[in-house]
């Protein structure tokens, strides 16, 4: 049942009590419809659901790859062949090529279009337009309030800003008073909200917080690097906030070369960040639920293009009034060693 898949994308992370609300509707409208259909055999998606003929383009800024969105893409991939749904998914980090493929996305005519906005000034344009050609827009993982502003219905992510002031007063709790807060993308909103408020949360400590760009992970040396030349120009740094989980394994790295002292934290898990979590090598994760971020927006959109009738017409009208609410959160939610057993992906209890 979906139900029960649903329910257990939500105990495999840390978020349920954020999340709860809305997987308990999903997963309570899908178990309703089941009920009602379950005499009838359907051609499209692996439960005895109604079928849609809707086409989803999920366009993100992050590339095959990346821990992260490699994560949100399975969950994409899942909730395709659940609801037997037509799915483009691709992303691309530069935000020119972003551009061009939601603009191919919506010549290509898909009805929904589900997109990340670490830049959302760039794809202002483009997600007007598209909402214009009567598509139906949601954005995940960044761009919260712009995408709202260009006409998303609803957003599927953390709010950066509330993660990165939880993630500072954590930091202040471990000892931590001069923070080294790594940014791996310039220009992305997501990135410098955690940031700006991780740096709130040190100063009203009386400690300090100072910003370093890096090339990224498309030189890990020359990122090593940067990073451990700080550490040795200013050992006074005794922590790192890194924004990324295949930054954080860059950073664990600089501190070793460096003989730095500093106490590093990360935003997103992978096996490697969870495994050095439990040795003591990273204080804590924030935990975003990627997989989520990929999965629900494609349910709601199922959802949302069923066909009001006597049966479902409450349930919609309830989908309706969460899309107005104009969000779901899916974090902060954070991992460190009292709790990262529980992680599938270290065998947990």
């Not at 929904?112 to 670490?118: D, F, H, N, P, Q």
């Amino acid at each position: 049942m979906l139900a029960r898949r649903v329910e257990r994308l939500a105990n495999e992370g840390w978020l349920r009590w954020l999340v709860l609300a809305g997987l308990v509707a999903l997963a309570m409208i899908a178990a309703y419809i089941c009920r009602v259909d379950e005499d009838v055999s359907f051609q499209a998606g692996t439960g005895v659901l109604p079928p849609t003929d809707i086409r989803v383009a999920m366009i993100t800024h992050g590339g095959i790859g990346d821990p992260f969105w490699d994560e949100v893409a399975a969950g994409a991939f899942a909730a395709q062949r659940e609801f037997g749904i037509e799915l483009l998914y691709d992303g691309d980090g530069n935000v020119n090529e972003q551009v061009r493929l939601v603009d191919n996305a919506v010549a290509l005519g898909y009805d929904v279009l589900i997109v990340s906005l670490a830049d959302p000034d760039a794809l202002e344009e483009s997600i007007r337009s598209a909402v214009a050609a009567g598509l139906l827009v949601m954005s995940i993982n960044s761009g919260e309030e712009r995408g709202r502003e260009f006409g998303a219905v609803t957003h599927f992510g953390q709010p950066d800003g509330v993660a990165g002031l939880g993630a500072g007063e954590r930091l202040v709790l471990a000892g931590v008073s001069k923070l080294l807060c790594v940014i791996h993308e310039a220009g992305n909103v997501g990135l410098e909200s955690r940031c700006a408020n991780a740096g709130l949360a040190m100063e009203a400590a009386g400690g300090s917080m100072q910003r370093l760009f890096v090339t990224g992970t498309a030189d890990r040396v020359s990122t090593t690097g940067e990073i451990a030349n700080l550490l040795q120009a200013d050992p006074s740094i005794d922590g790192i906030l890194a924004l990324n989980s295949s930054i954080a394994e860059l950073a664990m790295s600089a501190i070793e070369s460096s003989g730095s002292s500093a106490r590093l934290a990360t935003f997103d898990v992978s096996p490697a960040i969870l495994e050095a979590i439990e040795a003591g090598e990273v204080l804590f994760a924030v935990d975003q639920q990627a997989y989520l971020q990929g999965f629900l927006p494609i349910a709601f959109a199922y959802f949302r293009s069923l066909d009001s009738d006597a049966e479902t017409r409450g349930i919609l009208a309830g989908l309706e009034r969460w899309a107005a609410s104009g969000r779901l959160v899916t974090g902060p939610g954070f991992v460190d060693k009292s709790n990262v057993r529980r992680f599938p992906q270290l065998g947990g209890d």
